[in-house]
């Protein structure tokens, strides 16, 4: 079943006017407001309904939108929190501000217009929701207002033909729903797959593959980067369920992290340990066949692993403990081809690039919880320095991976490595364009910036 979701009865009369197609399930918030719009999402989950289509009427934050037009939804993000949800992908798609009261200060709006196109009251809370049972969300806003002095005037002037407009457009939707519209609840493979996310591995796979093409002096054998990505993948795994495991009372608290899987209880301890467990059979395994030298070092990646999440209470200066436990994986693939730790000095310029890379955005991602850091003496760069200063700080870490990177470089002979580092280059500017919001600075562009430096080594000739 697909669920369709209204904030209002007057947002949906022009679309119940038409019918209710078969496999639809209609719901009207009972009142405006994201508590309400969450509440109405759970009930089209209980009911089975997947996907869910938020949709609906919005205020505009950017002058040059039409009133009257419809636009679907990127992402989301939220007034108080700067937390965004990601919820479409594709051309000419609008990022949505969901606020607890209307917008018609010019004031507030500006200030929102730095983080999106469009305002309304629901759609966050109706896209977190979705999230956390992992089924696809819709979200569909048509424009009565611009958010000004005239704006109240607006929406009860415009907000019957722009539901109409709106219901033509979920129409259109209907025809082509989103996919998994099976009527199912999670289960148990995506628990574990949002548990661990698994496809974060992005961020270290390319720095592997550039620390043993290092060490090869070129292309390594196909069985080696295989088995090298077996490793990754297990340690991956590893770290992110002790990161989990050990942060469960923290999250439990932290409003951005509450509805994480061991702190919501939609999975069990027991399972948690579980998944860090088949992680670090995996990495022994994969270390296992790729000799004894690797195996016999394969201890120390692992601590760094298990206790970095722990370095929160005892130091702001956390976030470079993910620096070290990444810094590990060139290195390591270094040694799983060599076998060797006579490492030269290309791949500790790339191993300081990752340190510092990953560093400097986790202080970003830091950002998020300033407020919560402090309130519960959690030690994070942004709670002891603030936001200003803790951007100061991740520019200087970046600073310094950008400069191991251009050495890097200075030592290619190809083309295609110099675009790596310029796109690597945009990528770290972009972290700190106020504009976008934190967790899209964290991923994808975080991600963007590291791969593009793991380029300058693959493509660099």
């Known amino acids: 079943m697909i669920g369709v979701l ?9 679309f119940l006017a038409r019918g209710i197609p078969e496999g639809v399930v209609v719901k009207i918030a009972e009142e405006m407001g994201l508590e309400a719009a969450r509440i109405a999402t759970e009930k089209l989950v209980a009911q089975g309904c997947s996907p869910i289509i938020n949709a609906g009427v919005c205020g505009a934050l950017n002058n040059r939108l039409e009133r009257g037009a419809v636009y679907r939804v990127s992402m989301v993000s939220m007034e108080e929190l700067k937390a965004a949800v990601n919820v479409g992908v594709g051309f000419g798609l609008k990022k949505l501000v969901s606020v607890e009261r209307p917008v018609f200060e010019p004031e507030r ?8 196109d469009l305002v309304d009251m629901e759609g966050y809370a109706v896209a977190r929701v979705c999230e956390e049972h992992s089924i696809p969300c819709i979200l569909i806003k048509g424009v009565t207002d611009f958010g000004d002095g005239t704006g109240k005037a607006d929406i009860q002037k415009h907000i019957a033909p722009v539901s109409e407009t709106v219901a033509e457009a979920v129409f259109r939707c209907l025809e082509k729903p989103a996919p998994k ?24 796979l390319p720095l592997l593959f550039a620390g ?16 090298i990505a077996l490793v990754g993948l297990g340690a991956r795994t590893f770290g992110m369920a002790v990161n989990r495991i050990l942060d469960k009372e923290i999250d439990a608290q932290n409003p951005r992290t509450k509805n994480r899987e061991l ?14 467990v088949a992680g670090l059979l995996v990495y022994f395994v994969g270390c296992a066949l790729l000799g004894p030298t690797v195996l016999k070092l394969s201890w120390f990646p692992l601590i760094p692993l298990a206790v970095y999440s722990l370095l929160k209470r005892f130091t702001p200066l956390c976030h470079y403990g993910i620096g070290v436990a990444l810094a590990m994986a060139p290195l390591g693939a270094f040694v799983a081809v060599t ?32 407020e919560f850091d402090r309130a519960h003496k959690v030690r ?13 700080a991740a520019a200087a870490t970046h600073l310094v991976s950008f400069a191991a990177l251009v050495m890097l470089w200075m030592g290619t002979d190809s083309i295609l490595s110099t675009i790596a580092l310029l796109v690597s280059a945009g990528a770290f500017g972009a972290a700190y364009l106020q504009s976008i919001p934190v967790p899209v600075r964290f991923f ?13 080594v693959l493509l660099g000739g």
């Not at 043993?212 to 088995?227: N, R, V």
């Open 6 to 14: 209204f904030a209002t009865a007057m947002e949906a009369k022009p």
């Open 109 to 116: 709006k500006r200030a929102l217009s730095k983080y999106g």
């Open 181 to 204: 519209a099976d009527g199912k609840p999670a289960g148990l493979w995506a628990k574990l797959h949002s548990f661990t996310k698994v496809e974060h591995t992005i961020f270290s």
């Open 212 to 227: 043993a093409w290092i060490g090869a002096e070129g292309m390594p054998s196909i069985k080696a980067l295989l088995l």
């Open 263 to 276: 702190p919501a209880g939609t999975l069990s301890p027991a399972a948690g340990y579980g998944v860090a």
């Open 339 to 370: 076998n060797s730790v006579a490492f030269p000095p290309a791949l500790l310029l790339l191993a300081v690039f990752t340190f510092c890379w990953i560093s400097g955005f986790d202080i970003i991602y830091a950002l998020l919880d300033i």
């Open 380 to 392: 994070s760069i942004p709670a002891a320095l603030g936001p200003l200063g803790a951007q100061f």
């Open 444 to 456: 994808p562009i975080s991600a963007i910036a590291g791969i593009a430096g793991a380029l300058v």
